[in-house]
């Protein structure tokens, strides 16, 4: 008869996360696995299946939740600028809330496997084009309410203001100075005027 578990999935999933997130995917080993998730290997790779699937699972979960929190700033009926402002206000304040300035976990993964693990990258450009879906909605929105020209090209500031986004998470990797986080917000901000 087969044993039940004695852990909780999403709980160790959410030990993944962080575990891949600090130390990146070629840092960790499947015994820093064992130890930080606290689960035998055998449940592991019964649950699991191997490291590879582990980190996507680890990463689509990321996924779910940071997307799912920043999209949720493009619904709340805010102004176009309000909703982007928002956004890149959140995304600011989670990085410099974290003391080991980690950076984006999507970002890291992008940086070190999306260009030869076609899962990694799919998952990143599937993750991107999420953001830039929920900026291009906000931009179209502050069209039609007349907040933003209709002159500029909203699917160009969507990919502007993702890559910007993309920006701060990896400039959080090299300075924690709020000044500086501010003024690329403010000037970010002056391509909705």
């Not at 939740?65 to 890149?88: D, F, H, M, N, P």
């Not at 799919?122 to 929920?134: F, G, I, M, P, Y």
């Amino acid at each position: 008869m087969a044993r039940n578990k004695d852990f909780d999935k999403n709980e160790v999933l959410q030990k993944a996360v962080r575990l891949f997130w600090d130390k990146g995917y070629n840092g960790t080993s499947m015994q820093d696995l064992v130890e930080g998730l606290g689960i035998s290997r055998s449940s592991l790779y019964d649950t699991f299946g191997d490291k590879h699937k582990l980190y996507l699972l680890a990463l689509e979960s990321y996924k779910d939740a940071y997307g799912t929190e920043l999209c949720a700033l493009t619904w709340k009926g805010a102004s176009a600028r309000i909703a982007v402002y928002q956004i890149l206000a959140l995304v600011t304040d989670n990085l410099l809330n974290d003391q080991q300035r980690r950076g984006c976990f999507m970002v890291n993964a992008g940086v070190e496997l999306a260009s030869h693990d076609t899962e990694v990258y799919k998952l990143v450009c599937s993750t991107e084009n999420q953001l830039e879906q929920a900026f291009f909605k906000v931009i179209k929105l502050g069209q039609e309410n007349g907040e933003i020209s209709e002159e500029k090209d909203p699917l160009a500031i969507a990919r502007f203001l993702n890559n910007i986004v993309k920006g701060l998470q990896v400039t959080v990797k090299s300075t924690s100075d709020r000044k500086l986080f501010d003024d690329i917000i403010k000037v970010a901000l002056m391509v909705l005027d």
